[in-house]
């Protein structure tokens, strides 16, 4: 059977479907490096998010092989012999499962080297999520195959990409619409891997019900190929039913789904030797010492302040789902984002950032705190130098406005100014409204 296996690498479809998948994979992923440059589970995820192109490439491959039979004309000599059809499938289904499943893994290969130096933090669930991919991919091909086999046409390979991804996309889209999002994340191998963050995962069950479904649907695949009647075709529904059923039982739904869960462990802070105290999240540990000096750096400038911070501790903000971390007063956060190197990236940024307002923690006040051009103003009279703006897309004036009282805190006597500034990050600390510096300060 492995001199069999062997002869079908060579000569079947599957040399042809590996290096297929693994140039569209390289393309997609190093089109946008810094989507996954992060760590190890955003590389796992962004993959797993290509398959929206990889899997119907992997069905049409399988679609492409299936053909061999019909061109060659050998259909019927093969049915003439002794040996059982679910016996001669076994070869092309091996040489094509190992093909778009080392395929998958190629891909992921490739992008090893760009992060292997600053990617640290390596969860178990990240074997996992690639190991469900990889499944993905098989199912695909195999299912490829039986289509191909009823429809030898040389347009089905074709046709079956474009419907694959589309319903790709059209599921999670018409299952969000329902309410019924957790089954869409259980049914399609891509839905829900986008990265809102870092600190995302993937949970157990999840993959899990992930993994039932699409053994399932590659047992469907198989009975379907190997069917030589009516009978066994429908009987191939029933590993498809079971599946989907068993999945289904398994998956979070309810208060239990959550749509991008957070790894806790990813956000557990990692601190640097020395004082003062700078730490950083596990998944960045890798930036630690890019970021050390800088942090240290702005608490200097902020030490001139009364009480000032006396460490400093990444911003672990997160949107979906919304959290924050906790508000503390001596402690002043760092906004720390990769670059498409594994590096920190926006360096320039780093210092102006943590001296908004003071060095004050500002999330969650809910829209009562000081104004941009009050926070900046002060950040940058720390800093030394003229307020720059904060995106291109931000208002002209906002900027302006915080040049004006920068020059204003120019103006005043080092101990007055340092009062001001004092002031605003405590209207900051408090969640206070502040539009204007504190009365007095402007001339």
């Known amino acids: 059977m492995s001199r069999v296996l062997r002869v079908e690498l060579r000569r079947s479809a599957a040399a042809g479907a590996l290096l297929a998948l693994l140039v569209a994979g390289a393309v ?56 059982p059809r679910a016996q001669r499938i076994l070869p092309i289904l091996g040489a094509m499962g190992v093909a778009v499943g080392c395929g998958y893994l190629a891909v992921a290969a490739v992008a090893v080297p760009r992060i292997i130096d600053t990617a640290s933090y390596l969860p178990g669930s990240v074997f996992t999520v690639v190991a469900v991919g990889g499944l993905a991919m098989i199912a695909a091909a195999w299912l490829g195959l039986a289509v ?82 009516w009978r066994s075709r429908v009987a191939a529904l029933l590993p498809a039913a079971l599946g989907v059923a068993l999945a289904t039982v398994v998956a979070p739904r309810g208060d239990a789904f959550v749509a991008h869960p957070i790894d806790p462990v990813a956000q557990e802070h990692v601190c640097a030797q020395g004082s003062p105290r700078v730490c950083v999240s596990r998944v960045h540990a890798g930036l630690l010492p890019e970021v050390t000096p800088l942090a240290r750096q702005a608490l200097s400038m902020l030490a001139k302040l009364p009480d000032p911070p006396t460490a400093a501790h990444e911003d672990t903000t997160t949107y979906h789902p919304d959290t924050s971390p906790p508000r503390r007063a001596d402690t002043v956060l760092i906004p720390v984002q990769v670059d498409k190197h594994g590096r920190l990236a926006g360096k320039s940024e780093v210092i102006p950032r943590m001296l908004d307002a003071g060095g004050a923690n500002m999330r969650g006040c809910e829209g009562r705190q000081p104004s941009t051009p009050v926070a900046r103003a002060v950040g940058y009279w720390l800093l030394g130098r003229v307020p720059e703006p904060g995106h291109s897309l931000e208002p002209a004036e906002i900027n302006a406005e915080a040049v004006r009282w920068w020059r204003a805190l120019r103006r005043l006597p080092e101990r007055e100014a340092v009062a001001r500034v004092a002031e605003v990050r405590r209207a900051a600390l408090a969640c206070e409204e502040l539009t204007d510096l504190p009365a007095g300060s402007r001339r």
């Open 148 to 229: 191909g086999r009823f429809v030898p046409s040389v347009v089905t390979a074709p046709v079956l990409a474009v419907a694959g991804i589309a319903l790709l996309l059209v599921i999670p889209a018409a299952m969000r619409r329902t309410g019924t999002e957790w089954l869409a994340m259980v049914l399609s191998p891509m839905y829900g891997m986008g990265q809102y963050t870092d600190y995302q995962t993937v949970t157990g069950r999840v993959s899990l019900a992930q993994a039932i479904w699409l053994t399932a649907l590659a047992g469907a695949a198989v009975v379907l190929l190997a069917s030589g009647s």
């Open 28 to 83: 997609l992923l190093y089109t946008a490096p810094q989507r996954w440059s992060a760590g190890w589970m955003p590389l796992a995820m962004i993959q797993r998010e290509y398959l929206v192109l990889l899997w119907p490439l992997a069905l049409a491959a399988g679609a492409w092989q299936a053909r061999r039979e019909h061109r060659s004309r050998v259909a019927e000599l093969f049915a003439s012999t002794a040996r």
